[in-house]
């Protein structure tokens, strides 16, 4: 079993529309939790960090994290064709020696179309 | 943009030559990373640094090995080349290893043909 998981996409939305991103992780340890996007030959850039249960805003991306399911979501509201790029989930173990070292999944190619 | 360059930005090789990858940053961040990225895998975890000389092995060290003699640059070996290490390779860098101080920033990546 894969340490992260991501839904395995490709994930296809209108324009306008909501586009849910998921990712479940098996690490009971992992205390934060990264979303990044990146675009086609591009390097990954930050989107939003979650270390708290519930929800956090950021302009149209929420992230949302439930520590008891080990599930962490992403919803980006009013969906651009810019936003077309594929999605990274990372967690960390920030106990012990992890030395802050990020487990990704595999990433969800997200394409929205006009 | 977090200070962080790498060289070669894209190299063609053969099986069996040596090739050393530079990750250079210029803030003095303590942790660096090197990852692989390969489709369907995500970014793997190759080698990583948590101060000058201090290194230690990620999920696919294999065939890698990493040196930090400056605070500023992290290289990457391959000792001799192979087809299968034919990837896009990047190096990060976080300030901390906790909440958000273990975010991780990314340089623009090598693309690595093995030939």
């Known amino acids: 079993q894969k340490e992260v998981e991501q839904n395995s996409g490709p994930l296809s939305v209108p324009e306008g529309a909501i586009a849910s991103l998921n990712c479940t992780y098996s690490?009971?340890?992992?205390?934060?939790f990264f979303w990044y996007r990146q675009y086609s030959g591009k390097s990954p850039e930050l989107i939003m960090f979650i270390y708290s249960n519930g929800d956090k805003e950021d302009g149209r991306f929420t992230a949302q994290l439930n520590k008891a399911s080990q599930y962490v979501s992403l919803l980006i509201r009013d969906s651009q064709p810019s936003d077309s790029a594929t999605y990274l989930c990372?967690?960390?173990?920030?106990?012990?020696?992890?030395?802050?070292?990020?487990?990704f999944g595999q990433g969800t190619i997200l394409t929205v179309h006009p | 943009d977090a200070g962080i360059t790498q060289s070669p930005r894209h190299k063609v090789t053969e099986t069996g030559t040596p090739v050393t990858l530079r990750c250079h940053q210029t803030e003095n961040h303590r942790y660096m990373y090197w990852y692989r990225q390969d489709p369907g895998h995500g970014l793997r975890l190759i080698h990583y640094s948590y101060g000058v000389k201090d290194t230690d092995k990620g999920e696919v060290s294999d065939g890698y090995s990493v040196s930090r003699s400056k605070t500023e640059d992290f290289l990457l070996t391959l000792e001799s080349a192979t087809s299968s290490q034919t990837s896009v390779y990047f190096c990060a860098i976080s300030v901390g290893t906790s909440g958000r101080l273990a975010t991780q920033y990314f340089g623009p990546g090598t693309r690595l043909t093995v030939l």
């Open positions: 690490d009971r340890g992992s205390q934060s």
């Open positions: 990372a967690v960390v173990n920030a106990g012990g020696t992890s030395y802050g070292k990020l487990t």
